[in-house]
Every structure is written in structure tokens, then in C-alpha cells.
């Protein structure tokens, strides 16, 4: 009896004591954020992809090179080289130059540039969206780390559980199906320990391929962070998502790209011209003095063909209208995702704040009645075993929401443009309806086994 009574103590002692996460390096998220931004090279992709639309602005612009012209003109057959023969031969030098319609050049300029900034948004897009990536997979690999804590923890009490239940066993006070029952569980808790060590390799590589760094590259551990709660609603939300969102801006480039167009095929309808001007030097020649002589003329193409036109002008109007069906679908997406995420976020602080404040602590209460009744034999190994697994799977909860909330911020921040706690600060503080809750949000879970040290 007082054999496994000292162990307990010992155990109770023990148990407040978090497994050390061992002495890897924090990681910092902006750091990873601007890695990511500078070597991903998906994200060079679309950069080089804006930087050739952008080089095509120049080009849209330019006039087509000119035409020189050498001949000879009115050349005797049966003396081609011979100048002094026929007064009509003439050595011909000739330039000429396609010129448009006036305001089609720099139509066409105007539509590459509104294509290259299209790209350009889209550029601002791919970088939130991988900043999301990155922010998701951070907060992945810290709820991974938290619940590998708690299970190294559990294990470590469980073993004490064991000790304590083969000592009773052996003095007649226990059974040896508390022993085995005990044995399953701390099982249960290896299983569990092999998959989240598993997960976490696979995020580590997840990140180390949104960073582009080898996948070998370690991740060190991810320090812990406050929960701030969001205070804007969701039409807030929805009109800095129309001001901020680069691909709301993109089609909105595309729309005026498309408007552009139409003028263009409008254009269509007037002719092009081509301006030539020919110096002809003549040889004296059959009692001619020879005079040198000029040609300057002007052609243009008869713009006949309108069907052709019309179609073309048709196309630019369907090219608008799908420009503006895609911004109104946009925008419709945005409003059904910002207030998903907001219900989301809501359920999260809720729930933050239920397990800090109610559940966790209610959970202590009750397994260190436990302990006191199972001191006693007043509570038989089996409740002692459940409520320390009650316990557990809370505290896993809690990390879990925790990181799921930081996640649904990230998320926002790809839908509305900009990070929503900065968004909020620059806006004059308001409740939201729907995130009326403050919780108490410390940057760790509380010590969940203080009632245990008695």
C-alpha cells in the first residue's frame, strides 16, 4: 500500500510537466512568408509570365518596318544592263510605309498594356494564394507539434498508471485487467504517436516545397501565438475585398481590355494606308536630256468585307460580357466564402474559449476526483483511465481550434486581399454580430494537471 502511494505522489507530481519539445530553433513565420515570396518558383513563373505581356506593350504600339524598294524600270530586254539605249530606262530606289487607321496603333497599345496588367494582378493573386499555403502548413505542423507533446506526456503517465496498477495488482488490491487495460491504451497513444510523426515529415516537405528548399531541410518547432478575435462584419469584409482583391483588379483589366477591343473592331471599318515614294535616275538616251524623275503615292485596302467586321466587333462584345460575368461571379464567391469563413472563425472562438474556460477546467476537476477517490478505492482504475483520456482529447481539441482559427484568418486573407486584423485596425473598431465573443486567448493552453499536485 504505501509502495504504490509513493509512486502516485510521484506521478502527480510529474504530471504537470509538459514532454520538452526538445532544442529545435523557433521558426518565424514572416521570415517563412518572404522565403517563400522570393525563391517559389511557381510564383517566378507568373512573374516572368507579366514581364513578357508587359514587353509586348512596345511592340502592340510600333509601326510595321518599311518597305525599300530596288528596280529596274522599262529596261530593254535585249539589252538589259544598257541605260543609254531607251530614255524610258530608269534605275528605281523606292521607300514605303504601311501606316493604320488613325487611333488603331495606339488602340492596340492600350489593350497590351490592360493584358499586361491583368497579369500583373495575377501576379498579387499567386502571392496570396501562397502565402495561405505557407500560413496553412505552419499552423498544420504546430497543431502536430502540440498533439505530440500531449501524447509524449500521456505516455509518460500512463507508464506511471502501469507502475501503479501492477503494485496494487500485486498486493491483492487490483486487477490484472487494469494492468493489460492500461498496456492497450499507452498502445493507442504509440499508434497515435507514429502517425503524427508521420504528418509531420509530410508538412515539413510541404513547406519545404512551398519555400523551395531541399526536402530534407529541418523545420524547427513553431513557437507558440495569441488568438486575436476579428472584429469587422462581413460587409466589411466584402467591401475591402472589392477594394483589395488583385483578381477583381485583373478582370476589371481584362473588362476595359475587352472595351478597348470593340473600339479597335469599330476601327476596322476605316481603311489602312500605304505611303510610297520611288526616285527613278535616268541616263540621256536617244536625245533625251535624261531627267531624273519621283513617284509619291498612296494606297489604302477597300474595307468590303463586313461581315467580317461585324463579327469581329460581336467578339469584342462577348469578350466584355464574359469579362463582367466572371467579375460578378467572383465577387458572388467572395460574399458565400467570407461568410463560411466567419461561421468557421465564430465556431472556433467559441469553442477556444469554452475549453479554456469551462471544459478543460471541468476535466481537471474531474480526474482529480479521480485520483482522490482511486487513492481511496473509492474509484476503480477504469474511471481513473477515462477521465485522464477526457482530459487528453480536450487538450488536443483546444491546439486543434487553435490552429484552425489561424488557418480560417489565412484563408480570409486570400479571399478579401489583405490581412483582416490589419484591415480591422484600420478600420474604427465595431463588434461584428456574428463574433460578439472576447476570449481569453493566452498564447498557451492552460496547465491542464495542476489539481493533480496534492
Known amino acids: 500500500m504505501k509502495t504504490y502511494l509513493t509512486i502516485l505522489t510521484c506521478l502527480l507530481l510529474a504530471v504537470g510537466s509538459a514532454s520538452a519539445s526538445g532544442t529545435k530553433p523557433e521558426e518565424n513565420l514572416p521570415a517563412l512568408v518572404n522565403t517563400a515570396l522570393a525563391d517559389n518558383p511557381e510564383l517566378r513563373t507568373t512573374q516572368a509570365r507579366w514581364e513578357m505581356f508587359r514587353n509586348r506593350i512596345s511592340q502592340a504600339g510600333s509601326l510595321d518596318d518599311p518597305m525599300l524598294m530596288l528596280k529596274i524600270q522599262n529596261g530593254v530586254i535585249s539589252d538589259p544592263l544598257n541605260f543609254h539605249k531607251e530614255s ?13 487607321f488613325w487611333g488603331k496603333r495606339g488602340l492596340k497599345q492600350e489593350m497590351a498594356a490592360k493584358d499586361a496588367e491583368s497579369y500583373r494582378w495575377q501576379v498579387q493573386e499567386r502571392k496570396l494564394e501562397l502565402v495561405r499555403m505557407v500560413k496553412e502548413t505552419y499552423y498544420r505542423i504546430y497543431n502536430t507539434d502540440k498533439s505530440l507533446e500531449i501524447v509524449d506526456k500521456n505516455i509518460k503517465v500512463l507508464d506511471d498508471f502501469i507502475t501503479i496498477a501492477e503494485t496494487k495488482y500485486s498486493v491483492g488490491q487490483g486487477t490484472q485487467q487494469d494492468v493489460f487495460k492500461s498496456q492497450v491504451e499507452r498502445s493507442k497513444l504509440l499508434d497515435m504517436k507514429i502517425t503524427l510523426e508521420q504528418g509531420r515529415k509530410s508538412l515539413a516537405a510541404t513547406l519545404n516545397a512551398l519555400l523551395f528548399r531541399s526536402p530534407e531541410t529541418a523545420v524547427g518547432r513553431i513557437p507558440d501565438f495569441e488568438t486575436k478575435p476579428l472584429h469587422l462584419s462581413a460587409g466589411s469584409l466584402r467591401e475591402t475585398a472589392y477594394e483589395s482583391r488583385p483578381m477583381i483588379k485583373s478582370l476589371k ?30 541616263e540621256p538616251a536617244m536625245g533625251s536630256e535624261g531627267l531624273d524623275m519621283y513617284s509619291l503615292g498612296v494606297t489604302f485596302n477597300l474595307p468590303l468585307q463586313q461581315e467580317r467586321r461585324h463579327a469581329m466587333v460581336a467578339e469584342s462584345d462577348s469578350e ?22 466567419l461561421a468557421k472563425l465564430e465556431k472556433r472562438e467559441r469553442l ?90 493566452p498564447a498557451t493552453a492552460p496547465a491542464s494537471h495542476n489539481a493533480l499536485n496534492h
Request: aromatic content about 8%; glycine content about 6%; overall charge negative.
Open 88 to 100: 524610258m530606262t530608269a534605275k528605281v530606289i523606292g521607300l514605303s510605309q504601311q501606316l493604320p
Open 253 to 282: 483589366s481584362l473588362i476595359e481590355k475587352g472595351e478597348l477591343g470593340h473600339k479597335l473592331a469599330r476601327k476596322e471599318f476605316y481603311p489602312d494606308f500605304n505611303v510610297s515614294l520611288e526616285y527613278m535616275q535616268r
Open 320 to 341: 466584355v460580357r464574359m469579362s463582367n460575368d466572371e467579375l460578378d461571379s467572383l465577387r458572388n464567391t467572395i460574399g458565400a466564402d467570407i461568410s463560411g469563413l
Open 352 to 441: 477556444i474559449t469554452l475549453y479554456k474556460t469551462g471544459i478543460i477546467p471541468q476535466a481537471e476537476q474531474s480526474l482529480d476526483s479521480a485520483v482522490i477517490g482511486y487513492r481511496v478505492n473509492k474509484v476503480d482504475f477504469l474511471s481513473l483511465l477515462d477521465s485522464r483520456v477526457t482530459l487528453f482529447n480536450y487538450e488536443r481539441e483546444l491546439y486543434e481550434s487553435q490552429a484552425e482559427y489561424m488557418m480560417i484568418l489565412a484563408q480570409l486573407e486570400a479571399v478579401i486581399g489583405k490581412d483582416p486584423l490589419s484591415a480591422a485596425a484600420a478600420r474604427t473598431p465595431s463588434p461584428a454580430p456574428s463574433l460578439s465573443g472576447q476570449p481569453r486567448t
